[in-house]
């Protein structure tokens, strides 16, 4: 048993060796502009606090964490700014159709694209993975994009419609969900603050817990 086993070793140790010296990596595809929607399209970099936000559209905590930042965002107005990177939970079955919707929304209308956010917090209930069980992908897409006119407009909803057959957007969704994980990001709501991870990221913050986390960082600029 002595021998067969050192034989084995032989044969194996080689082999084992090889297999940890080989790195297989996958280059994620590169964007043409960095993803994330920036809020009201104000300037990212500069003087401001940059708060980078991972929400799913049909996340409960993600749905809590929004006014309380928002909150922050009229306080400081310019010298704070928000990008919102949307992230499909891949156990909401409906997530990334709401996360390509959103990027659809986009490109229609950039001014659309959080007032669409703020329509499925707000009826992200009926969204869930009980409601729609029964129901075919086709027919909450159909539901969603009625939903989305009333953010992006009346006479949007067979264009809206047409991204979903777009591949562009289904990339641009498949790239969203990839940037967080290279972030290292790993559910909802999760906060990156000047680039930096934030430690209470997974549940909600609130006003004053942003105002405690943003006052001093402002105040090292003066």
Not at 152 to 162: D, E, H, P
Request: charged share 20%; hydrophobic share 40%.
């Amino acid at each position: 048993m002595e021998i067969k086993a050192t034989a084995s070793a032989v044969v194996l140790l080689p082999l084992l060796a090889w297999c940890c010296n080989v790195h297989v990596e996958a280059q994620v595809p590169i964007p043409a502009k960095i993803d994330g929607f920036v809020y009201r399209g104000a300037p990212v970099w500069g003087h401001s606090v940059v708060v980078e936000a991972f929400f799913d559209p049909l996340c409960p905590d993600s749905r809590d964490s929004w006014p309380p930042l928002k909150q922050a965002l009229h306080h400081y107005s310019d010298r704070l700014s928000v990008v919102v990177h949307p992230f499909a939970l891949p156990y909401h079955s409906n997530a990334f159709i709401a996360c390509r919707a959103l990027h659809i929304a986009n490109k229609l209308n950039a001014s659309s694209t959080y007032p669409l956010l703020e329509l499925f917090f707000k009826f992200q209930e009926k969204y869930y993975n009980q409601p729609t069980y029964n129901l075919s992908r086709a027919s909450i897409i159909k539901d969603m994009a009625r939903l989305a006119v009333a953010a992006i407009g009346k006479n949007s909803l067979s264009t809206f419609l047409s991204g979903f057959n777009d591949t562009r957007t289904d990339s641009a969704t498949r790239i969203s969900f990839k940037y967080g994980c290279s972030r290292g990001v790993t559910g909802t709501p999760f906060f990156f603050v000047n680039g930096m991870p934030l430690s209470q990221s997974g549940s909600e913050l609130d006003y004053k817990e942003w105002r405690s986390i943003i006052d001093p960082l402002l105040e090292k600029q003066i």
